[in-house]
């Protein structure tokens, strides 16, 4: 079961590029690592996915090492819409087609 | 305009109630699930069905029930054996592209309160 950890919260400023890292330790060979963001209320929304070196789309970046073991989600230059809590999730192919598993995630605070 | 619909937006419910939350997609998604989640955590899965006619149990089974009749439909019953109900409800669909990559798309949630 591959279990993610990454930081219960930071903070930045707009403008400031953020980096969240997320470690996987137990990520199995055919698994992607997929970010997601939420709003207060709301559903999750997909930001990105990736299986290995580096992922970028219009909204952020996903930068993965050769060991798969952990990722780092880039948001370059947030603004304080980007106020929001981030979950790093990967896909578990045990007996489970197509579960997630969401942790805490991070909570990200942008101040102007 | 594709997506993923759940209704209502706010319920309120007595102690001892059933109550049914809906949840439908026209994404032609054969995959759906539905999550709680609770102040300040993340989100937990309750029940999951890959195809019609076909679910599973999660992690906090516990209380509720489901059915898939349709490909669209996936409504949730809380029942009155669930002993906090009160919570965030998220509806989910997904599609396997068959290479593990599984993309959930998410409803805007019902939020619970029973009192």
């Known amino acids: 079961l591959a279990k993610t950890t990454q930081p219960i919260s930071m903070d930045s400023y707009e403008g400031q590029e953020v980096n969240i890292t997320c470690s996987h330790n137990n990520i199995a060979t055919n698994d992607y690592i997929t970010w997601y963001q939420q709003f207060p209320s709301q559903g999750p929304r997909f930001i990105i996915q990736g299986y290995k070196t580096k992922v970028t789309n219009e909204v952020a970046s996903l930068f993965i090492p050769a060991d798969r073991k952990s990722s780092t989600l880039s948001l370059p230059r947030v603004s304080l819409s980007d106020t929001a809590v981030y979950y790093c999730?990967?896909?578990?192919?045990?007996?489970?087609?197509?579960?997630?598993?969401f942790g805490r995630g991070t909570q990200l605070t942008v101040w102007p | 305009d594709g997506g993923i619909t759940q209704s209502p937006k706010y319920l309120f419910r007595k102690e001892g109630q059933n109550v049914t939350l809906s949840c439908e997609q026209n994404?032609?998604?054969?995959?759906m699930y539905w999550y709680r989640q609770d102040p300040g955590q993340g989100l937990r899965l309750i029940y999951y069905s890959q195809i019609v006619n076909d679910f599973q149990k999660g992690d906090i089974a516990e209380g509720y029930s489901v059915s898939r009749e349709k490909k669209e439909s996936f409504p949730l019953t809380v029942t009155s054996a669930q002993k906090n109900p009160t919570a965030f409800y998220l509806c989910a669909s997904s599609i396997e592209t068959g290479t593990g990559n599984y993309e959930q798309y998410f409803g805007p949630g019902t939020r619970l309160t029973v009192t």
């Open positions: 999730l990967v896909g578990d192919r045990g007996s489970t087609l197509g579960r997630l598993y």
């Open positions: 994404l032609n998604h054969d995959a």
